[in-house]
């Protein structure tokens, strides 16, 4: 039950570029979408969110966009710098349930 | 800031023991997670757990495991016959409010089954 897709595993990027990393889900009824980042042994943080309404949400360096029709959404992070480096998980919602894509790996040469 | 905690960091048990995952959800939350991942693998949700009583809960939720809320501050995991399989970090999570709203993770325990 692959309702959130992550289909690349990992990403390399130069510092200074942007990185663009990508999600699909399946399910409709997701109304809320989320980007996590983790480091090893560590909990998923918090990233940045976007409501079903919206189609995009910026915070810094960090823009989620988001593509209902394609159900798609793209985390963009511009610049990348190299703590930028971790795991980044795209997660979807709906009521109470928390759904996680398989994750893409980000690392930013320096 | 206010953070969930997970105890122990690290737990270590024999293949058949029980053993009991803790959290402490931020104080004010009121929906409670349970995730793990195995190595190298995805996040996958177990069960989420609202006004005393689950209310969703996945396959891999079967009846080795159960959830507790014993004193209104403290959320477990048991998992009462431990397979080696079971070996994972388990990530406690908690959320304000039902729905538009992110959840806040612990740091994880790693169960390690020998």
């Known amino acids: 039950d692959q309702q959130v897709k992550q289909n690349s595993p990992s990403l390399s990027v130069q510092e200074g570029r942007i990185s663009i990393l990508n999600c699909d889900y399946t399910n409709s009824m997701f109304d809320y979408f989320l980007w996590y980042k983790k480091y090893p042994a560590e909990g998923p943080t918090f990233l940045i969110s976007?409501?079903?309404?919206?189609d995009k949400n910026e915070d810094g360096r960090f823009t989620v966009f988001l593509n209902k029709s394609a159900k798609h959404l793209s985390l963009h992070i511009v610049p990348s710098q190299p703590g930028d480096s971790a795991v980044y998980f795209c997660?979807?919602?709906?009521?109470?349930?928390?759904?996680f894509g398989a994750g893409t790996i980000l690392r930013v040469k320096s | 800031e206010p953070e969930v905690t997970q105890t122990p960091s690290h737990q270590v048990t024999q293949m058949g023991q029980e053993v009991i995952l803790r959290c402490v959800p931020i104080s004010n939350h009121l929906y409670f997670y349970w995730y793990r991942q195995i190595l190298g693998q995805k996040v996958e949700f177990l069960v989420s757990?609202?006004?005393?009583?689950?209310?969703?809960k996945s396959e891999i939720f079967d009846d080795q495991f159960s959830v507790e809320r014993p004193d209104g501050s403290n959320f477990t995991l048991k998992i009462r016959s431990t397979k080696l399989e079971d070996s994972a970090m388990y990530f406690c999570?908690?959320?304000?409010?039902?729905?538009?709203?992110?959840?806040?993770f612990g740091q994880g325990t790693r169960l390690t089954v020998v």
């Open positions: 976007i409501s079903s309404i919206k």
């Open positions: 997660a979807a919602s709906v009521g109470n349930k928390l759904v």
């Open positions: 757990f609202y006004n005393n009583e689950i209310s969703e």
């Open positions: 999570a908690s959320r304000g409010y039902r729905g538009r709203t992110e959840a806040f």
